[in-house]
T-cell receptor, first 113, second 114 residues
């Protein structure tokens, strides 16, 4: 089944404790992206990747890092989480940069205390 | 900067009635307009999309219309059913940014009352 998976689905952590949210897609998509969803703000792009080893900042990149060592995986790293990073996070992928049709993972609800 | 405005933020309809959600966008170069449905505890799922070379697209009970001149597009759901209850997001492509990203609206929570 074609899908985007994320782990973990739920995470409660404390300020400053490094964490990684994994994302994997099995559709051989080139383009992958991370979004955060906050009430009243819709989905805002954090980082994106056009292909392996090609990543760039989205609209709200502060406090986040990503890597793209393999085509299928695109982990989101919070080196020193803060309470303002409490949010619902989604990974998405699409065939290519110009394709736009994006497929979303199930989401990761992160709480930072 | 690029922006997509979505209205209303909440919408309550009676089962069988129609629901309309409207979005406006700012980037005149936008050429792809998807609509996503997000059910509780799940990720957004693409339900219909339209490209700038057409004015309307229909898929069973849902339809999307696009007015490029006015830079707005709308989602129409007819004969609503309780399972249509969800959060709906519109989005517009952002070719000007050359990043492949979508700009999302703020979301509309649709409640269909049985």
């Amino acid at each position: 089944e074609a899908q985007v998976t994320q782990n973990p689905r739920y995470l409660i952590t404390v300020t400053g404790k490094k964490l990684t949210v994994t994302c994997s897609q099995n559709m051989n998509h080139e383009y992958m992206s991370w979004y955060r969803q906050d009430p009243g703000l819709g989905l805002r792009q954090i980082y994106y990747s056009m292909n392996v080893e090609v990543t760039d900042k989205g609209d709200v990149p502060e406090g986040y890092k990503v890597s793209r060592k393999e085509k299928r995986n695109f982990p989101l790293i919070l080196e020193s989480p803060s309470p303002n990073q409490t949010s619902l996070y989604f990974c998405a992928s699409s065939l290519g940069q110009k394709t736009y049709e994006q497929y979303f993972g199930p989401g990761t609800r992160l709480t930072v205390t | 900067g690029e922006n997509v405005e979505q209205h209303p933020s909440t919408l309550s309809v009676q089962e069988g009635d129609s629901a309309v959600i409207k979005c406006t966008y700012s980037d005149s170069a936008s050429n792809y307009f998807p609509w996503y449905k997000q059910e509780l505890g799940k990720g957004p799922q693409l339900i219909i999309d339209i490209r700038s070379n057409v004015g309307e697209k229909k898929d069973q009970r849902i339809a999307v219309t696009l007015n490029k001149t006015a830079k707005h597009f709308s989602l129409h759901i007819t004969e609503t059913q309780p399972e249509d209850s969800a959060v709906y997001f519109c989005a517009a492509s952002s070719p000007s940014s050359n990043t492949g990203k979508l700009i999302f609206g703020q979301g509309t929570t649709l409640q269909v009352k049985p």
